[in-house]
């Protein structure tokens, strides 16, 4: 199964754009990439998801790379509400499974 | 509120005991998924059903089964409980179940083992 790898831990002060890497390098073609955080004791919220282009949306927007082997999610301004864990996961539509990663922790300071 | 909505919210059993954990999707949508999430491992994929049938199945323990209903709605059912099954479970529904669409997920039951 394909596998997403995260950093651990990312910092961003209020305000500034964030930008949450993800790599994906073993991805299929029919692999959706989708992200949700997750605040504590809450469960994960979508965030935003594609397949091959660009996506925006009121949240976020999705970069993802030529090949497909990577993507960012970008933040435009971040604010405090936007700490939570962020999930970078691939939808394995051939086997309909769900991979997710262990996540990127977003603190934000004000 | 997402739409996704689970009971219970909390639980407390003896280890060997069963449980029922419910969940009913948000309106419209076809496909459940449920989750685990325990402390040490972050979020597993155990199951998934799409319009009545089962269509994926993740880490799933022996003991735990589940099933979808005619009304769409979910049970995942544990039995035989250890105290290593005290997570935190949640229910995730989608509309076609094929990544197209995002998922909606429930705020989870918190199954304590004791």
């Known amino acids: 199964d394909a596998k997403t790898t995260q950093p651990n831990s990312m910092e961003s002060n209020e305000e500034e754009p964030v930008h949450l890497p993800c790599n994906h390098s073993t991805i299929s073609g029919t692999d959706y990439i989708h992200w949700y955080r997750q605040l504590p004791s809450q469960g994960p919220e979508y965030v935003i998801h594609g397949l091959t282009s660009n996506v925006n949306n009121r949240m976020a927007s999705l970069a993802i790379a030529e090949d497909r082997k990577s993507s960012t999610l970008i933040l435009h301004r971040a604010t405090l509400r936007d700490a939570a864990v962020y999930y970078c996961?691939?939808?394995?539509?051939?086997?309909?499974?769900?991979?997710f990663g262990a996540g990127t922790r977003l603190f934000v300071k004000a | 509120d997402s739409g996704v909505t689970q009971t219970p919210k909390h639980l407390i059993t003896a280890t060997g005991q069963r449980v029922t954990l419910r969940c009913s999707p948000r309106?419209?949508?076809?496909?459940v998924y449920w989750y685990q999430q325990s402390l040490d491992q972050g979020l597993q994929f155990l199951i998934q059903?799409?319009?009545?049938?089962?269509?994926a199945k993740g880490n799933i323990l022996e003991r735990f089964s589940a099933q979808q209903f005619p009304d769409l709605h979910s049970e995942l059912n544990l039995s035989s409980l250890e105290l290593g099954d005290s997570a935190l479970y949640f229910c995730a529904s989608s509309v076609s179940g094929t990544g197209d669409y995002g998922y909606t997920f429930g705020s989870g039951t918190r199954l304590t083992v004791v």
């Open positions: 059903y799409y319009n009545g049938e089962e269509r």
């Open positions: 309106s419209g949508d076809l496909s």
């Open positions: 996961i691939l939808f394995n539509t051939g086997g309909f499974k769900t991979i």
